[in-house]
């Protein structure tokens, strides 16, 4: 069971290039979320789906693009990059189901982005 | 509507006793906490539900007091292991359901 998986682990980038980062879990959940982590910040929400086909901004949308593709994945997309998007980003997922008390959030092993 | 989390940071010997704070101005319907080593992703460790309870985990206990929004991480008889960074997640009354609001985070550092 791989649970979940982002692509790539990390990249480089120069100011002005887009780029997407994937995002797929095996869990059949049915929420799934983007964090940025940046020192001293905690992690932050940029985006997330409760549901395929939904998508919605959290704390920190501004610079990003969300899809979510089916059930699995969730991608998130940096349309033109800029410095202060160099962070460490994280996936999660969560089940999320009406009804279910304990909604655990199950990270992926994170993509480190530098932006120079 | 971040929660705030004290301390910052605390250096232990092993087999000392720490207590972690975690605290919302909002009312909350669960608090979860992770732990992060460096360089890896936050790993849930529990969860504590409206109704004040009091959950374990190793020697990793924790209580919920839904009066004053509060959520404390007891570690007990501290081992190596213990050391990294300690997030709790706090997940609104009313709010989206599952979404949780981090705190910035709590260092541990636990010496031989």
């Known amino acids: 069971n791989a649970g979940v998986t982002q692509t790539p682990k990390f990249q480089v980038l120069k100011t002005g290039q887009s780029m997407t980062l994937q995002c797929a879990q095996d869990m059949n959940h049915n929420s799934m979320y983007w964090y940025r982590q940046d020192p001293g910040m905690g992690l932050r929400l940029i985006y997330y789906s409760a549901s395929e086909g939904t998508t919605d901004k959290g704390e920190v949308p501004n610079g990003y693009n969300v899809s979510r593709l089916n059930k699995r994945e969730f991608s998130l997309r940096l349309e033109s990059a800029a410095p202060s998007q160099t962070s460490v980003y994280f996936c999660a997922s969560s089940e999320a189901k009406p009804g279910l008390a304990k909604n655990i959030q199950y990270f992926g092993a994170g993509t480190r982005l530098s932006v120079l | 509507q971040q929660p705030v989390q004290s301390p910052q940071a605390v250096i232990l010997r092993e087999g000392e006793d720490a207590v972690i704070n975690c605290s919302s101005s909002k009312a909350l319907y669960s608090v979860h906490w992770y732990r992060q080593k460096h360089g890896e992703a936050p790993v849930f460790l529990m969860i504590?539900?409206?109704?004040?309870e009091q959950k374990g985990h190793e020697k990793i206990s924790a209580s919920f007091n839904e009066k004053k929004q509060q959520s404390s991480l007891y570690l007990t008889a501290s081992q190596l292991s213990y050391s990294g960074t300690y997030f709790c997640?706090?997940?609104?009354?009313?709010?989206?359901?599952?979404?949780?609001?981090f705190g910035k985070g709590t260092k541990l550092s636990v010496k031989p």
């Open positions: 504590l539900l409206k109704g004040g």
């Open positions: 997640g706090t997940e609104m009354l009313g709010g989206s359901q599952g979404n949780l609001i």
